[in-house]
């Protein structure tokens, strides 16, 4: 079973920056070679969204129009962790973060921007960015 542990998150002013870590681990049993992995959130009373998306290879990333100059997303495979860096936060980022996972076979250079592409979800780590 694969498992997904997300930390990092916290209470920051705007303008501030956190890191956010998604650690995977687990066996698939031989039936992926690796994961591509994403970040979405969810604000209080609103839809879970998109917030960024990495291949296995760390090649391709998707981020979100609002934060694409603002965050990064990278990974250390080595290490089977993904690294979200947000800078310029603002207090529209306040959200529950949430990692997830899509096992890969082929195509190390696959990354992924929907929900239903992912099949594996971390618990997700708070972040409030205060004014």
């Known amino acids: 079973q694969v498992q997904l542990v997300e930390s990092g998150g916290g209470l920051v002013q705007a303008g501030g920056s956190l890191r956010l870590s998604c650690a995977v681990s687990g066996d698939s049993g031989g039936t992926y070679s690796g994961y591509a992995i994403g970040w979405f959130r969810q604000a209080p009373g609103k839809e879970r969204e998109f917030v960024a998306g990495i291949s296995w290879s760390g090649a391709k990333t998707y981020f979100e129009d609002s934060v694409k100059d603002r965050f990064t997303i990278y990974r250390d495979n080595a290490k089977n962790t993904v690294f979200l860096q947000m800078n310029s936060l603002k207090p529209a980022d306040t959200a529950l973060y949430y990692c997830?996972?899509?096992?890969?076979?082929?195509?190390?250079?696959?990354?992924?921007?929907?929900?239903?592409?992912?099949?594996?979800w971390g618990q997700g780590t708070q972040v409030t960015v205060s004014s």
């Open positions: 997830a996972a899509r096992g890969m076979r082929y195509n190390p250079n696959a990354a992924y921007t929907q929900e239903s592409q992912y099949s594996y």
